[in-house]
C-alpha cells in the first residue's frame, strides 16, 4: 500500500525558513504531479505550489519569491523550502500526488496527513 509520508513542520518565527518532506512509501513506478496545500483554521484547503514529474512548476501568487518547490523521482519524494515565512503561511500543510503508478494499481488523488506549520514570535 503506497502512503505519502510528510515531515518537517513546525514553530518558526517570522522571517524564518522550514523545509518539508514528502516521501511516497511503496514500490512506485511513476507519480505525475505532486503538490502541496495548505488548510487554515476556518479556510478552504488551497494549492500552494506544484510540480510536475518534468520539472515544471506551478506557485500560489502569496509564496512566490518566498517557497520553492522540488523533487526527486528516484526517491518518490517532494521537497518545500519555505523562506521569509509570514504569520499568515500558518497552516497545516498538506502533500498530494496526482496520479500514482504502481505493480497492479493506478491511484488517484492521493494525500498525506498534513503537517503543521506555525509562524509566530
Known amino acids: 500500500q503506497v502512503r505519502l509520508v510528510e515531515s518537517g513542520g513546525g514553530l518558526v518565527q517570522p522571517g524564518g525558513s522550514l523545509r518539508l518532506s514528502c516521501a511516497a512509501s511503496?514500490?512506485?513506478?511513476?507519480?505525475?504531479?505532486m503538490g502541496w496545500y495548505r488548510q487554515a483554521p476556518g479556510m478552504q484547503r488551497e494549492l500552494v505550489a506544484a510540480?510536475?514529474?518534468?520539472?515544471?512548476?506551478n506557485y500560489e501568487d502569496s509564496v512566490k519569491g518566498r517557497f520553492t518547490i522540488s523533487r526527486d523521482n528516484a526517491k518518490s519524494t517532494v521537497y518545500l523550502q519555505m523562506n521569509s515565512l509570514k504569520s499568515e503561511d500558518t497552516a497545516v500543510y498538506y502533500c498530494?500526488?496526482?496520479?500514482?503508478?504502481?505493480?497492479?494499481?493506478?491511484?488517484?488523488?492521493?494525500w498525506g496527513q498534513g503537517t503543521q506549520v506555525t509562524v509566530s514570535s
Open positions: 498530494h500526488a496526482d496520479r500514482i503508478v504502481t505493480p497492479g494499481n493506478v491511484l488517484h488523488g492521493s
Open positions: 510540480i510536475t514529474s518534468g520539472g515544471t512548476t
Open positions: 511503496g514500490t512506485i513506478f511513476s507519480i505525475s504531479v
